[in-house]
């Protein structure tokens, strides 16, 4: 029986890891729409998908083997619900989640400063109205890409669109890391949730631009607001859809699997 991890150990693997996600997530962003080495074509879905999802990865990587790599309310709240984690754990997980969050935040502006700066300190930080990928969904006009004006997704559908990208996320973690069902073979289980995260994004992502992770949407929020980035907390947008939107899916996705899907997995060895 491993022994568990003390709430100080929690807290500085979780500040790591959501800080490495957010470094790679939000990075990407920054990295495909401002750094000059690159033409606004390099501005593409499937790259930021793809970033975010090696972040992910790397993430969990980096810090899975101390605290499991939650790295994200959404799943330290659902494991909770669940009774897969003492609620009495939850406030060390979160703590580091939303310090790592913020400290990610700062790294990205560390190092695209002059690009930001020079950019009017746009919103690469977080998702919804005005963020710089999610700017085509919500029906702005992207003249320094195509010049097209495309459509346009309500608060309450990005509400929609949070909720079942975290349930198909805490679905996806549960069957990954549960060694009873089909599982992935050696260390594989942190690149295959990677790649869940980047599949969310390539099907579910363009309507809320996928936070699926209270910590990354809100704490960069928070953080691009200080820096100078504007409108980030107008309306209700930031408190719906990526932080009660994500947690309501979060737990539905780990009742489903518990309730739908565990019960028929069958057992693996003696009797």
Same mark, same amino acid.
């Given at each position: 029986?491993?022994?568990?991890?003390?709430?100080?150990?929690?807290?500085?693997?979780?500040?790591?890891?959501?800080?490495?996600?957010? %470094?790679?997530?939000?990075?990407?962003?920054?990295?495909?729409? #401002?750094?000059?080495? @690159?033409?606004?074509?390099?501005?593409?879905?499937?790259?930021?998908?793809?970033?975010?999802?090696?972040?992910?990865?790397?993430?969990?990587?980096?810090?899975?083997?101390?605290?499991?790599?939650?790295?994200?309310?959404?799943?330290?709240?659902?494991?909770?619900?669940?009774?897969? @984690?003492?609620?009495?754990?939850?406030?060390?997980? #979160?703590?580091?989640?939303?310090?790592?969050?913020?400290?990610?935040?700062?790294?990205?502006?560390?190092?695209?400063?002059?690009?930001?700066?020079?950019?009017?300190?746009? &919103?690469?930080?977080?998702?919804?109205?005005?963020?710089?990928?999610?700017?085509?969904?919500?029906?702005?006009?992207?003249?320094?890409?195509?010049?097209?004006?495309?459509?346009?997704?309500?608060?309450? &559908?990005?509400?929609?669109?949070?909720?079942?990208?975290?349930?198909?996320?805490? %679905?996806?973690?549960?069957?990954?890391?549960?060694?009873?069902?089909?599982?992935?073979?050696?260390?594989?289980?942190?690149?295959?949730?990677?790649?869940?995260?980047?599949?969310?994004?390539?099907?579910?992502?363009?309507?809320?631009?996928?936070?699926?992770?209270?910590?990354?949407?809100?704490?960069?929020?928070?953080?691009?607001?200080?820096?100078?980035?504007?409108?980030?907390?107008?309306?209700?947008?930031?408190?719906?859809?990526?932080?009660?939107?994500?947690?309501?899916?979060?737990? #539905?996705?780990?009742?489903?699997?518990?309730?739908?899907?565990?019960?028929?997995?069958?057992?693996?060895?003696?009797?």
């Amino acid at each position: 029986m491993s022994e568990e991890p003390s709430d100080k150990a929690i807290i500085i693997a979780e500040i790591i890891g959501t800080a490495i996600l957010i %470094l790679g997530g939000d990075g990407v962003v920054a990295n495909v729409a #401002l750094a000059p080495r @690159l033409a606004p074509q390099a501005y593409n879905w499937l790259l930021i998908a793809f970033g975010w999802g090696f972040a992910v990865a790397m993430a969990v990587y980096a810090v899975g083997g101390i605290s499991g790599a939650h790295i994200n309310p959404a799943v330290t709240i659902a494991q909770a619900v669940n009774g897969d @984690l003492p609620w009495r754990k939850v406030p060390a997980y #979160l703590v580091g989640q939303f310090i790592g969050a913020f400290l990610g935040a700062a790294g990205v502006y560390a190092v695209y400063y002059e690009g930001l700066k020079a950019a009017g300190m746009p &919103n690469v930080w977080c998702t919804g109205p005005g963020s710089i990928i999610n700017k085509a969904a919500w029906g702005y006009t992207l003249s320094e890409i195509s010049g097209k004006y495309v459509g346009h997704f309500s608060t309450a &559908n990005a509400f929609v669109a949070e909720i079942i990208g975290t349930m198909v996320l805490l %679905l996806g973690v549960y069957a990954i890391t549960d060694r009873e069902n089909i599982g992935p073979g050696s260390n594989m289980a942190p690149w295959l949730i990677g790649m869940l995260v980047g599949s969310i994004g390539f099907s579910l992502g363009g309507t809320s631009g996928y936070a699926i992770n209270p910590a990354r949407d809100l704490s960069p929020r928070i953080f691009g607001t200080l820096v100078g980035t504007k409108g980030l907390f107008t309306g209700w947008y930031w408190i719906g859809p990526p932080v009660i939107g994500a947690i309501i899916g979060g737990i #539905l996705g780990a009742w489903i699997y518990k309730y739908l899907v565990k019960p028929f997995v069958p057992k693996r060895g003696g009797a």
